[in-house]
């Protein structure tokens, strides 16, 4: 199960618009970078490993778009075009990791063309790169999940998320592929729905039992379906293991600490952030009030309603059990675990 | 504050349907005791208090159906729909206990005319009683809330759920009333958004400060916004105080523990049926699929997904720091305090 949500041709961006399924399947392509800023801005690309992802494939365009200026120019408008890159979302770290990467790879080039080229080879190597860890989280997540078990995951983390075949649900996919029985129960994820509309999208191409559940089912369906398992992605982890994801997360590892289920987050690497001691430094991005108040641009509240919406919370890492990566899952304490997985070997 | 939602006019039901809410405001009028039973299967009419008063004007409206009839055929009919009433929703135990009224109302007569009186004398009793039973509410669940007091609460349990100023909200008008500061944040309460669109519509009716979240919101609405009580109402307790009430009930007092803050039930004693000894007696409701996976008729998520979309939950009798009745706020142990509520005196 993998699905291309992001695809380079070596002259166009074609990246399947999030915000039309589960009705519609739409691609779009683009050779404007500033189209990839308003993707990620709009959610048509979402999932931290991706926007990580269609970043790099953005700061490509937007050299390309740029190549007819000189190289003190060409360096200028780079920066500039960066800096809007990485003001279109606040919470997820993989942008700026990406966006790093991409000011590093260009500090060391000295004409347009080799930036370009290098900025090319880059995006095609963070993407594949993440197929590979999407893979290996799969494979280190998968020895989590026991033949029978009723797995209940938050938001998408799968392969719309990421390049390649996710996280929390790339750990699902591939238990599944290993022949374990599973039963995977989705929250809907209010207010953009992603549960409903791409992880159960994701979870019908394959041959794995799912259910979706209104967000408030879940301590319901932890009690009478004997939930035995939740795993979800994060959008940003702290050097100390906690971790921001969808909002919604930290009342569903609070639910599952007083089930005595496990509650594991997976991820890569780019997600964790050693810069930021705990969760309480992590700018949490605040969305507009109409996305609670409308849908499909019906009102479900009265006008003028005040309301309080965050698009992530964090979990203290006290209420997760591990933190699968691509090098291996981490336990308490977290703040030696993690800095083990960035110590140069 | 206190909203009209049902009206006896001496011929005519006339109320208020709640699906069309915030959006219109469209009273309904029936002569019709299976319009009665529409409505509540429909939920244009729903809160548990509400259903207990409709049922019995429902079966006023049923003996004035059948006044043609001889007392015998009435007799019969007025069973039939009885039965029908009563299978109109399982959970609410307001609806069984109105229909015991009936019945024991109906026992001592002997005549159609007899009958209709009575039932209308009954109709008009239970509801002016439902009134004073939600002022007392109020006035004891008010003794709760101090001022500055930062209150959560879910679903609906105000006006638009009874026939006087509302339970769980009865205690929070009735805290402003009394001059105390408070904010209330509202849990939308997917999938039919009784929270968005009831709730925050009788909010918006007062001067109280009021936000809305998200389900998902909860635990980081808790933490972050320091919220100090959780009052909500409950549409059936057990003997030993565990509480059925709109599904996320259970899960938010989950987190309201976490959190160290008090959790409350709100409820008229209608709503305690001593005859189940705990919540797992007590029959939940489950709801149709389209109710999550459609809105306004557009599709959320994938065709053909399966669904758990049970319509209330149970919060265990441990979880719950009181329950508000119109006697007075019972403290566990519960067997014991609710059993002296029903003591004769």
């Known amino acids: 199960m993998e699905t291309k949500s992001i695809h380079w041709d070596g002259s166009s961006l074609h990246f399947l618009d999030q915000t039309a399924l589960p009705g519609e399947t739409v691609f779009r392509d683009t050779q404007d970078y500033s189209e990839v800023i308003e993707a990620i801005k709009k959610l048509r690309i979402r999932g931290a490993p991706l926007i ?13 778009q740029f190549t007819t200026l000189g190289y003190d120019s060409f360096c200028n ?22 966006l790093e990467q991409v000011k590093q790879v260009l500090r060391v080039q000295n004409t ?4 370009v080229n290098a900025l090319e080879k880059l995006a095609l190597e963070i993407h594949e790169d993440d197929r590979k860890r999407c893979n290996a989280i799969g494979t280190h997540g998968a020895t989590l999940i026991s033949d029978g078990d009723r797995i209940l995951t938050h938001c998408n983390a799968g392969a719309l998320a990421t390049g390649g075949i996710g996280t929390a649900l790339g750990a699902i996919f591939t238990a599944h592929d290993q022949g374990k029985n599973i039963h995977v129960y989705a929250d809907e994820t209010r207010p953009l729905l992603q ?10 191409q394959t041959t794995i039992p799912s259910t ?14 004997k939930v035995s398992l939740v795993i979800t992605g994060a959008d940003r982890i702290a050097a100390n293991g906690d971790s921001v994801n969808k909002i919604g997360t930290y009342g569903l590892a609070i639910m599952a ?7 594991y987050i997976a991820a890569p690497k780019s997600t964790i952030d050693m810069r930021v001691i705990s ?16 849908i499909n641009g019906k009102r479900l509240a009265p006008e003028d309603v005040d309301v309080f919406a965050p698009a992530f919370d964090v ?22 675990s993690l800095s083990k997985l960035f110590a140069p070997t």
Chains 1, 2 share one sequence.
């Not at 600490?257 to 509650?263: D, S, T, V, W």
């Open 212 to 225: 979706l559940i209104c967000d408030n089912t879940a301590a319901m369906t932890m009690r009478d379906k």
């Open 52 to 64: 990580g992802i269609a970043a790099s494939y953005g700061m490509l365009l937007a050299a390309r």
């Open 195 to 204: 549960g409903s509309r791409l992880t159960m999208w994701e979870l019908q």
């Open 315 to 336: 979990t203290p890492n006290g209420l997760i059990h591990g933190i699968v990566t691509e090098d291996g899952i981490c336990r308490a304490p977290y703040t030696e």
């Open 77 to 98: 408008n780079m920066d500039a075009s960066r800096a809007q890159m990485a003001a279109s979302r606040p919470t997820a770290v993989n942008l700026f990791w990406a």
């Open 279 to 294: 969760g309480d430094e992590i700018p949490i991005e605040e969305r507009g009030a109409e996305e609670v108040t409308t």
């Open 112 to 115: 347009v063309d080799g930036s």
């Open 257 to 263: 600490a007083h089930h005595g289920i496990p509650f």
